[in-house]
């Protein structure tokens, strides 16, 4: 027997003993939070007032020593406050230190997906798209070589279907298709070349957003702060893009 004659029955049957068992009721179900995903970095979030948005494929671009991946720290783990979220470290340059609390411990709600080696960082668009599709993460994040035009649509045909928020970040430029939202990072001249391995610091950044369809963007400096933990060490696979570490 069908579930839509079980539940036909079972209606008929509660007609009979309660009357008008099924009516439709003043107001609406509360709908799944759609907000976006803010930094918790006060200028980033300034910048961005609505974060990164559900249902869209975010771009963030911008060199080494920029502040991408401080900035990209604060979000993830911000975002593991309100659900669960998927980083592919499709070029496994993160290191994976940074990822970790104060107990040394990454949080429950973050997976990380990384390539058996770093030359196949290609593959992070796949990963990222076979992630979307569980409907079980509500940010996705792919670090590493930007996806085509092709699985770009593909993956933002996702998000939206799913409800999730995308977001590539990458360090190049161009990326051969637009984004609902982009965002820029570049170091600040003043700055000094390079990192010190285990340093803590803070370093000005000028970040740049703007979203598809608008002519003008919104420029800020923005502080970022990079304080790694000094009692994880990193995994002896991980690499590091930092200039000093690979020097």
Do not use: Y
């Given at each position: 027997?069908?579930?839509?004659?079980?539940?036909?029955?079972?209606r008929?049957?509660?007609e009979?003993?309660f009357?008008?068992?099924?009516?439709?009721?003043?107001?609406?179900?509360?709908?799944?939070?759609?907000a976006?995903?803010?930094?918790?970095?006060?200028?980033?979030?300034?910048l961005?007032?609505a974060?990164?948005?559900?249902?869209?494929?975010?771009?963030?671009?911008g060199?080494?020593?920029?502040?991408?991946?401080?900035?990209l720290?604060?979000?993830v783990?911000?975002?593991?406050?309100?659900?669960?979220?998927?980083?592919?470290?499709?070029?496994?340059?993160?290191?994976?230190a940074?990822?970790?609390?104060?107990?040394?411990?990454?949080?429950?709600?973050?997976?990380?997906a990384?390539p058996?080696?770093?030359?196949?960082?290609?593959?992070?668009?796949?990963?990222?798209e076979?992630?979307?599709?569980?409907g079980?993460?509500?940010?996705?994040?792919?670090?590493?070589?930007?996806?085509?035009?092709v699985?770009a649509?593909?993956?933002?045909a996702?998000?939206?279907?799913?409800?999730?928020?995308?977001?590539?970040?990458?360090?190049?430029?161009g990326?051969?298709?637009?984004?609902d939202?982009?965002?820029?990072?570049?170091?600040?001249?003043?700055?000094?070349?390079?990192?010190?391995?285990?340093?803590?610091?803070?370093?000005?950044s000028h970040?740049?957003?703007?979203?598809?369809?608008?002519?003008?963007?919104?420029t800020?400096?923005?502080?970022?702060?990079?304080?790694?933990?000094?009692?994880?060490?990193?995994?002896?696979c991980?690499?590091?893009?930092?200039?000093?570490a690979?020097?």
């Amino acid at each position: 027997m069908s579930a839509a004659v079980d539940l036909d029955r079972l209606r008929t049957q509660l007609e009979k003993q309660f009357g008008s068992a099924i009516a439709p009721l003043p107001g609406r179900a509360p709908e799944r939070e759609r907000a976006g995903f803010r930094a918790g970095v006060r200028a980033l979030d300034q910048l961005l007032p609505a974060g990164v948005p559900r249902r869209a494929a975010t771009l963030w671009t911008g060199e080494a020593t920029s502040g991408r991946t401080a900035a990209l720290r604060a979000l993830v783990w911000a975002a593991c406050r309100r659900t669960r979220v998927a980083l592919v470290d499709a070029t496994r340059t993160l290191d994976p230190a940074d990822w970790c609390g104060p107990d040394g411990r990454s949080h429950p709600a973050l997976w990380v997906a990384r390539p058996p080696a770093a030359d196949r960082g290609g593959e992070g668009a796949w990963v990222a798209e076979q992630l979307l599709r569980t409907g079980a993460f509500g940010l996705v994040v792919l670090d590493g070589p930007p996806p085509d035009p092709v699985g770009a649509h593909r993956l933002r045909a996702l998000a939206r279907e799913t409800d999730a928020a995308l977001l590539v970040s990458t360090g190049e430029a161009g990326a051969g298709w637009r984004a609902d939202l982009r965002l820029e990072f570049r170091r600040d001249p003043a700055a000094a070349p390079g990192l010190r391995a285990g340093a803590r610091f803070r370093r000005r950044s000028h970040l740049r957003a703007a979203k598809v369809g608008s002519a003008e963007g919104r420029t800020r400096a923005v502080e970022l702060a990079h304080e790694p933990p000094s009692l994880v060490r990193p995994a002896p696979c991980a690499g590091d893009r930092r200039p000093a570490a690979r020097a």
